[in-house]
């Protein structure tokens, strides 16, 4: 089946710094990527959609100066969290799509964000 | 409200049928979806129905959809300690658009 990578799968960063987690679809082009965070034992909830060579959709209560998301290819999106905070503390999940007529999302092993 | 709503907790013996529960809220929703997350790991795609079906049937797995009532059910036959983990219901209203979650259901098997 069709696999979706993350790197890294873990970080710690200090509060302050800027951190980037990568999404790759290894063998599929995925015309949309979303991001999802996931609070310890709550829901995944979906933060942006993001699609190939355009600008991201943020969902509501999401800042998008502090996501930084881009799609700069079919297979890689990237999802900078910056001036990250202790509250930014989560599991970031990726998940890829190859198209509009497919059945369904094939989600990475997601990164562990730890804020210092 | 919730869109997605799930019981939080199940507890079987070994062996036993675990039936999972979920209800929607959405009846545009067109695809619906089971997935698995094992402690500290991604998502897991277990089994996923479309709208027009009443039920789905794969290996151990049985998915049963009342779409009058908005009631998705995950049935997993001879339940092993294996299965342990987080089950999630998620909804899509058309094929590779954003899921919409439920808070998930933790299974615990004994043996």
């Known amino acids: 089946g069709a696999v979706v990578s993350q790197h890294p799968s873990w970080v710690i960063c200090k509060s302050g710094t800027s951190v980037k987690i990568e999404c790759r679809s290894l063998?599929?082009?995925?015309?949309?990527m979303f991001w999802y965070r996931q609070f310890p034992k709550q829901s995944l909830m979906l933060m942006a959609t993001s699609n190939e060579g355009s600008k991201a959709t943020y969902e509501q209560g999401v800042e998008k100066d502090k996501f930084l998301i881009n799609h700069a290819s079919l297979t890689l999106s990237t999802l900078t969290v910056t001036s990250a905070h202790p509250e930014d503390s989560s599991f970031y999940i990726c998940?890829?799509?190859?198209?509009?007529?497919?059945?369904?999302?094939?989600f990475g092993p997601g990164t562990r964000l730890t804020v210092l | 409200g919730e869109d997605v709503e799930q019981s939080l907790f199940l507890s079987v013996r070994e062996g036993d049928s675990s039936v999972i529960n979920c209800t929607y809220t959405?009846?545009?929703?067109?695809?619906l979806y089971w997935y698995k997350q094992e402690p500290g790991a991604g998502l897991q795609l277990l089994t996923y129905i479309f709208s027009n079906m009443d039920m789905k049937q794969d290996q151990r797995l049985t998915v049963l959809l009342n779409k009058k009532d908005k009631h998705l059910s995950l049935r997993i036959a001879d339940t092993q300690t294996g299965d342990s983990a987080i089950y999630f219901c998620a909804e899509s209203k058309q094929a590779g658009t954003a899921l919409i979650f439920g808070k998930g259901t933790t299974l615990s098997v004994s043996s």
């Open positions: 063998d599929f082009q995925a015309t949309t």
């Open positions: 959405d009846s545009s929703s067109t695809y």
């Open positions: 998940s890829a799509t190859p198209g509009l007529r497919t059945d369904t999302q094939y």
